[in-house]
């Protein structure tokens, strides 16, 4: 515990810093890092702030980008969703970066949303999120729902049984879309709306005595009870604490959690935690040549105790493509840039190959890991790479959307009336 609490005490306050050596604003590309540093989300996202101020540093050694060396502006919202807004502005109006990297929750992405559609910024969105979004001026690197969510919920009825869901969300957007979605899915596989247990605490919940009991009681009639968890920050302290403390196991009640990774267990005693279940596209354990040396480079900068994560995985192949891109086109020039994006592939760290589609999303493949003793995880099932799908198929109004910038200038293209809806000439 006092691992988990120093990184949400001791992240630091630091609202500005800069990576590497102080160059001349002209010979520098800036990269602007929009991270919380302090607050409930910094126990998650601080580490994405190192991730990309050593994407920066490796890059730099290797001669920069374009000949010009990367500036990193680093800056904390503190996980103050209006203040991600006010943030994002000042990374592109003042200290004028050339692109960010940052967000954790959809409650931060939508806040800075409105303020990188206007000056035309790029944002790279490195985390799982709900979907039901396609925007110009975004690249989204971690799941969307049909890669992560539909998956794990299909290993719950088809592996465990699992005939009773408890959805246990954080309150805010993606717990709720995501839910909306997978209680859609359920039904429609069969699962009656009684079975469906869903549940919202706030961020920083730390009194889950109740809500455990509950998702027990639900399992009083004999039927296999599972939770689906979204819970989100520092909150998953409390909740698996509880587990523990009233006994509940994986073989009686199993977890899967979309915003537990190793980062968040790393604090943990998970000695009770065994054989839980967490889906990402990425785990530390993952055993390919590419994951080695990820990891070896991580650990040398950051100490041994340092895990890697699927949202450090997401930055890496975000970074990398957007270095790639710009090499490319030869500017940093936002819309160039934007359009060089589409079609670029890079290795993931799992093997195989992402590769950045015409929705800006990521093909990326689907583990389910379960909890070992050690905090790391036991990948016991992998998919192929699946094209992340922005618009749900699932919920009526998205099963008719479809996001393609290159061919129809248009995030939400309604394939019935044949009309766009979100272009960007619409921002």
Same mark, same amino acid.
């Given at each position: 515990?006092?691992?988990?609490?120093?990184?949400?005490?001791?992240?630091?306050?630091?609202?500005?810093?800069?990576?590497?050596?102080?160059?001349?604003?002209?010979?520098?590309?800036?990269?602007?890092?929009?991270?919380?540093?302090?607050?409930?989300?910094?126990?998650?996202?601080?580490?994405?702030?190192?991730?990309?101020?050593?994407?920066?540093?490796?890059?730099?050694?290797?001669?920069?980008?374009?000949?010009?060396?990367?500036?990193?502006?680093?800056?904390?919202?503190?996980?103050?969703?209006?203040?991600?807004?006010?943030?994002?502005?000042?990374?592109?109006?003042?200290?004028?970066?050339?692109?960010?990297?940052?967000?954790?929750?959809?409650?931060?992405?939508?806040?800075?949303?409105?303020?990188?559609?206007?000056?035309?910024?790029?944002?790279?969105?490195?985390?799982?999120?709900?979907?039901?979004?396609?925007?110009?001026?975004?690249?989204?690197?971690?799941?969307?729902?049909?890669?992560?969510?539909?998956?794990?919920?299909?290993?719950?009825?088809?592996?465990?049984?699992?005939?009773?869901?408890?959805?246990?969300?954080?309150?805010?957007?993606?717990?709720?879309?995501?839910?909306?979605?997978?209680?859609?899915? #359920?039904?429609?596989? %069969?699962?009656? *709306?009684? !079975? +469906?247990? @869903?549940?919202?605490?706030?961020? =920083?919940?730390?009194?889950? $005595?109740?809500?455990?009991?509950?998702?027990?009681?639900?399992?009083?009639?004999?039927?296999?009870?599972?939770?689906?968890?979204?819970?989100?920050?520092?909150?998953?302290?409390?909740?698996?604490?509880? #587990?523990?403390?009233? %006994?509940?196991? *994986?073989? !009686? +009640?199993? @977890?899967?959690?979309?915003?537990? =990774?190793?980062?968040?267990? $790393?604090?943990?005693?998970?000695?009770?935690?065994?054989?839980?279940?967490?889906?990402?596209?990425?785990?530390?354990?993952?055993?390919?040549?590419?994951?080695?040396?990820?990891?070896?480079?991580?650990?040398?900068?950051?100490?041994?105790?340092?895990?890697?994560?699927?949202?450090?995985?997401?930055?890496?192949? =975000?970074?990398?493509?957007?270095?790639?891109?710009?090499?490319?086109?030869?500017?940093?020039?936002?819309?160039?840039?934007?359009?060089?994006?589409?079609?670029?592939?890079?290795?993931?760290?799992?093997?195989?190959?992402?590769?950045?589609?015409?929705?800006?999303?990521?093909?990326?493949?689907?583990?389910?890991?379960?909890?070992?003793?050690? =905090?790391?995880?036991?990948?016991?099932?992998?998919?192929?790479?699946?094209?992340?799908?922005?618009?749900?198929?699932?919920?009526?109004?998205?099963?008719?959307?479809?996001?393609?910038?290159?061919?129809?200038?248009?995030?939400?293209?309604?394939?019935?009336?044949?009309?766009?809806?979100?272009?960007?000439?619409?921002?």
């Amino acid at each position: 515990m006092s691992q988990f609490l120093n990184k949400v005490l001791g992240a630091g306050a630091a609202t500005l810093m800069f990576s590497g050596a102080a160059w001349a604003a002209d010979d520098t590309i800036k990269v602007g890092v929009l991270h919380s540093l302090s607050g409930t989300m910094a126990i998650s996202e601080t580490t994405l702030k190192d991730t990309v101020l050593m994407l920066i540093d490796e890059q730099n050694a290797k001669g920069g980008v374009n000949g010009k060396m990367l500036e990193a502006v680093v800056v904390d919202p503190a996980s103050d969703w209006p203040l991600f807004a006010e943030k994002a502005r000042e990374l592109l109006t003042v200290s004028k970066v050339d692109v960010i990297f940052g967000c954790w929750t959809s409650v931060s992405r939508k806040s800075v949303l409105p303020v990188i559609e206007e000056l035309n910024g790029l944002l790279f969105y490195p985390v799982q999120y709900e979907g039901e979004e396609s925007s110009y001026n975004v690249f989204y690197t971690g799941a969307a729902p049909n890669q992560q969510a539909i998956p794990a919920t299909d290993y719950f009825l088809d592996e465990l049984g699992v005939e009773k869901f408890a959805l246990l969300g954080t309150d805010y957007v993606y717990p709720r879309t995501t839910n909306n979605i997978l209680e859609a899915y #359920l039904k429609d596989k %069969g699962i009656p *709306a009684e !079975d +469906i247990f @869903v549940n919202y605490t706030p961020f =920083g919940h730390s009194d889950w $005595s109740k809500i455990v009991s509950d998702v027990k009681a639900l399992g009083a009639d004999g039927k296999k009870v599972g939770v689906i968890s979204t819970i989100n920050g520092d909150a998953n302290i409390g909740f698996y604490k509880e #587990l523990a403390a009233q %006994g509940v196991s *994986a073989d !009686d +009640i199993p @977890v899967v959690a979309f915003s537990v =990774g190793e980062e968040e267990l $790393s604090g943990l005693d998970t000695s009770n935690l065994v054989g839980h279940l967490a889906a990402w596209n990425y785990f530390e354990s993952a055993d390919t040549p590419e994951n080695a040396a990820f990891i070896k480079e991580w650990k040398a900068r950051m100490g041994e105790d340092r895990v890697t994560n699927d949202p450090m995985e997401a930055t890496y192949i =975000g970074f990398n493509m957007w270095v790639n891109a710009v090499e490319e086109a030869k500017t940093t020039d936002v819309d160039t840039v934007i359009k060089t994006m589409v079609g670029q592939k890079f290795p993931n760290l799992t093997g195989g190959t992402a590769e950045m589609l015409p929705n800006h999303h990521l093909t990326k493949p689907v583990l389910i890991g379960e909890i070992m003793a050690d =905090g790391q995880f036991d990948i016991i099932s992998e998919t192929d790479p699946v094209p992340g799908d922005a618009w749900t198929d699932y919920l009526p109004d998205s099963a008719v959307l479809k996001s393609d910038w290159p061919g129809l200038d248009c995030g939400m293209y309604n394939t019935q009336t044949e009309t766009c809806v979100q272009k960007k000439s619409n921002y």
